[in-house]
């Protein structure tokens, strides 16, 4: 390993790192030139690294060099999914030799690159392992509502699928839950904010819906005080969710969801309440949904089954 290769390794990958940053103030149409700088000089650095053995250099250079292919790429609109697999076995060489050397910072925007590569690739399952890895480092509102976003395109891609793998769907759904409340909870994020954004208010409503029903179900455990009271909680959140938009066909599908699951722990005179209260509401916003319909339809039957008894 001679000193000179170790002195002019530093100094291009300085020169590397140092166009990069320059991309900040160049608009997007005109960056080509100093990208194809970047990738030429990362070339050089790779194969310096690996002359002397430099393993750390090596992952430096792969980051730079894949992130500035990809943004490349990105530039001209490439939206072919296989133009973008070529990169993944390196940036997941480059990730383990951050991961080896304690180079957090490395990893995160290795990490980074990846989420981005598997957005771009349809791979929605990946792009939220990488971004939950990433948060896993080092967790910030930034992060968590690209997680939150990432989750959210899982699970528009499962319900394409006419028969979705029911396990997958729960642990999406119950990913996506369980990071909403940190980000809201635990990070202080105003949730007036989040549904601000209409696509992640529609989102917010149907996992809370899901939660809802599922943590209530009793065949899930929903007996369970635990899972009951998460269950309930998921409902009220999208029943906000429903006024703070001002859906009244949310309005009544929580509601009526949440009735049916609360039902069978009420008592005789609370049940005809309820059902009072589920056919008033019918009657005033007239829902296309068919959802309360249903469940008041299913409801009076189980009141008529159990008076028979």
């Known amino acids: 390993?001679?000193?000179?290769?170790?002195?002019?390794?530093?100094?291009?990958?300085?020169?590397?790192?140092?166009?990069?940053?320059?991309?900040?103030?160049?608009?997007?149409?005109?960056?080509?030139?100093?990208?194809?700088?970047?990738?030429?000089?990362?070339?050089?650095?790779?194969?310096?690294?690996?002359?002397?053995?430099?393993?750390?250099?090596?992952?430096?250079?792969?980051?730079?060099?894949?992130?500035?292919?990809?943004?490349?790429?990105?530039?001209?609109?490439?939206?072919?999914?296989?133009?973008?697999?070529?990169?993944?076995?390196?940036?997941?060489?480059?990730?383990?030799?951050?991961?080896?050397?304690?180079?957090?910072?490395?990893?995160n925007r290795i990490l980074e690159i990846q989420a981005n590569m598997y957005l771009r690739m349809g791979r929605h399952d990946k792009e939220a392992e990488a971004i939950t890895r990433a948060c896993g480092l080092q967790r910030t509102v930034p992060k968590v509502l690209a997680l939150l976003d990432a989750l959210s395109r899982l699970l528009d891609s499962l319900f394409l699928n006419p028969s979705p793998d029911s396990d997958l769907l729960m642990k999406v759904n119950a990913d996506f839950w369980e990071t909403y409340l940190i980000l809201c909870e635990k990070m202080g994020y105003d949730k007036k904010l989040f549904i601000a954004d209409k696509r992640r208010a529609n989102h917010l409503f149907k996992v809370a819906l899901y939660i809802g029903s599922f943590a209530g179900n009793p065949l899930h455990g929903g007996q369970e005080e635990e899972n009951f009271k998460l269950g309930m909680e998921a409902f009220d959140e999208a029943i906000w969710v429903a006024n703070q938009l001002d859906n009244k066909e949310y309005l009544c599908a929580a509601t009526a969801h949440k009735a049916s699951v609360l039902y069978h722990k009420l008592t005789p005179p609370e049940k005809k309440e309820c059902l009072k209260n589920l056919k008033h509401m019918q009657e005033k916003y007239e829902p296309e949904n068919t959802e309360l319909i249903e469940i008041i339809e299913n409801l009076t039957k189980a009141s008529q089954s159990t008076q028979q008894q």
């Open 1 to 107: 390993m001679s000193e000179e290769d170790k002195v002019l390794l530093k100094n291009k990958l300085n020169e590397a790192l140092t166009l990069k940053n320059k991309l900040r103030d160049i608009a997007p149409n005109e960056q080509q030139a100093t990208l194809e700088q970047i990738i030429e000089i990362c070339a050089l650095t790779k194969e310096l690294s690996e002359k002397i053995d430099m393993q750390h250099g090596k992952a430096l250079s792969i980051e730079m060099s894949t992130f500035a292919q990809i943004a490349s790429l990105s530039n001209k609109h490439e939206e072919d999914p296989n133009a973008y697999e070529v990169f993944e076995a390196p940036l997941e060489e480059a990730k383990k030799i951050a991961k080896d050397y304690g180079d957090a910072k490395l990893e």
